[in-house]
Nanobody, 124 residues
């Protein structure tokens, strides 16, 4: 059974930084592309960024490009989302997800496994 657990969320002032972690167990982390999504109340789940295992290619949503960075550590079975220059509109629940055929995709339905999410709140 594949499990994903996010950590690192919290409250931060605008302009600050946070790093989210996503620990994966029970699966083959090296075979997964890893994605990050976020969801604000009343909104659909929004693609934030993703990273492939092969080649380490990354792709980002327009609203976070140049501020957020996705990375992974295969030795630790963990993916990361480094968030810099945070804005109040970045406030959301952040989810990590694993995609079993290692392709970069922005569609939530293409991901096979999901964490439960971690709250990020950015104060003005």
């Amino acid at each position: 059974q594949v499990q994903l657990v996010e950590s690192g969320g919290g409250l931060v002032q605008a302009g600050g930084s946070l790093r989210l972690s996503c620990s994966v167990s029970g699966g083959r982390f090296r075979e997964y592309a890893m994605g990050w999504f976020r969801q604000r109340p009343g909104n659909e789940r929004e693609f934030v960024g993703a990273i492939r295992e092969r080649g380490g290619y990354t792709y980002y949503g327009d609203s976070v490009k140049d501020r957020f960075t996705v990375s992974r550590d295969n030795a630790k079975n963990t993916a990361y989302l480094q968030m810099n220059s945070l804005k109040p509109e970045d406030t959301a629940v952040y989810y990590c997800a694993a995609q079993g055929v290692d392709i970069l995709t922005i569609r939530p339905e293409d991901y096979d496994y999901w964490g439960r999410g971690t709250q990020v709140t950015v104060s003005a």
